[in-house]
């Protein structure tokens, strides 16, 4: 177990001065995600109700110190943040529906002065995240609101949500959002429906496809609009 901690705190430091270099693979759309959603989990666990369970026998000795984790899981969300012109990590997080809650990142504040783990300045542009991030969510809501019942055609056939930028799998013919089959080559190169070798230079993107979702998003809004 005490390997276990310190190996865990070590990866965290490594991301966290990692990201404090460069942050803006983080940032590219096969992994924002994934590295949002790992964010939230830790944020949640360290700051919400289930923190109390976090209670080790002699911390020192397996290395355990939360309110460092904190302070690094902190670090890391300003360092991403600071890289993020687009806005896609705060989507990112508000779409994470497993762990995201709009109240971890006031504990988190509250946490952080309350013991002295980050300046001012640095708690204000968490805060300011937070209220990105709540933003996203919100806009989010709206969005699903607008767009209602999606088309079988239009969905991503592994996530099941709209694809924004449909592409075509030529070792087995199957359509899929880019971001999801990215994510998924990171750590299988192959075709997720038959197993066949699949690089990400193989996919083709399917424009005819785009232009229908295209079209129809604008329907979409154009209708929400008239009945708004």
């Excluded at 762990?99 to 946490?111: G, I, K, Q």
Aim: proline letters at 6%; charged letters at 25%; aromatic letters at 8%.
């Amino acid at each position: 177990m005490r390997s276990c901690f310190q190996l865990g705190t070590g990866v965290i430091q490594t991301l966290a001065t990692s990201t404090t270099e460069v942050a803006e693979p983080f940032l590219l759309p096969e992994m924002v995600q994934r590295i949002a959603n790992m964010l939230d989990y830790f944020l949640l666990y360290l700051t919400g109700p289930n923190r109390k369970m976090l209670k080790v026998r002699d911390p020192e000795r397996y290395h355990f110190n939360p309110k460092q984790l904190l302070a690094l899981i902190c670090q890391i969300h300003l360092n991403i943040a600071a890289a993020d012109k687009q806005g896609v990590f705060a989507q990112a997080i508000a779409a994470d529906e497993r762990s995201y809650r709009p109240e971890m990142f006031s504990e988190a504040a509250l946490v952080l002065r309350q013991f002295g783990l980050m300046g001012e300045l640095q708690i204000q542009q968490l805060e300011y995240l937070a209220g990105r991030v709540a933003q996203a969510a919100a806009e989010g809501l709206a969005e699903e609101e607008v767009l209602g019942d999606i088309p079988d055609e239009f969905q991503d056939p592994i996530q099941y949500t709209l694809m924004r930028d449909p592409v075509l799998m030529p070792t087995s013919g199957t359509i899929v959002d880019r971001p999801t089959i990215l994510r998924h080559l990171l750590t299988d190169p192959t075709d997720p429906f038959n197993r066949k070798q699949l690089t990400a230079d193989m996919l083709q993107p399917a424009t005819e496809l785009k232009a229908k979702i295209d079209d129809w998003l604008k329907e979409q809004r154009r209708s929400k609009m008239q009945m708004g």
